[in-house]
C-alpha cells in the first residue's frame, strides 16, 4: 500500500478519523503528489530521517500539531 492509498483509506473510513499518519519518503515529490499528501500529519524525507526526528514527529501528530514537510 502507498501512502497515497494508505490516507485515501483513512479519509473513506469513519472509524479511522481521527488516525494521524507520517509519511516516510524517499521519492522527490512534485507539487500534486505533496499536495495530495498533504493529509498526513507529516511527510518526512527518509534521507533526514533521524530517531530525534521521527520521535518529534510522533509527538506532533499525537497532539494534533499541524502538519509540516521536512
Known amino acids: 500500500m502507498t501512502g497515497f492509498e494508505l ?3 483513512i479519509s473513506s473510513e469513519s472509524s ?3 488516525v494521524a499518519a507520517i509519511v516516510l519518503t524517499s521519492a522527490i515529490l512534485n507539487p500534486g503528489e505533496t499536495q ?5 500529519a507529516r511527510i518526512m524525507s527518509k ?3 533521524s530517531g530525534s526526528a ?6 506532533d501528530a499525537l497532539e494534533g500539531s499541524p502538519s509540516e514537510a521536512v
Not at 495530495?36 to 498526513?40: E, W
Open 36 to 40: 495530495r499528501l498533504r493529509r498526513a
Open 54 to 59: 521521527l520521535a518529534g514527529a510522533i509527538t
Open 47 to 49: 534521507s533526514d530521517l
Open 7 to 9: 490516507l485515501d483509506r
Open 16 to 18: 479511522l478519523n481521527g
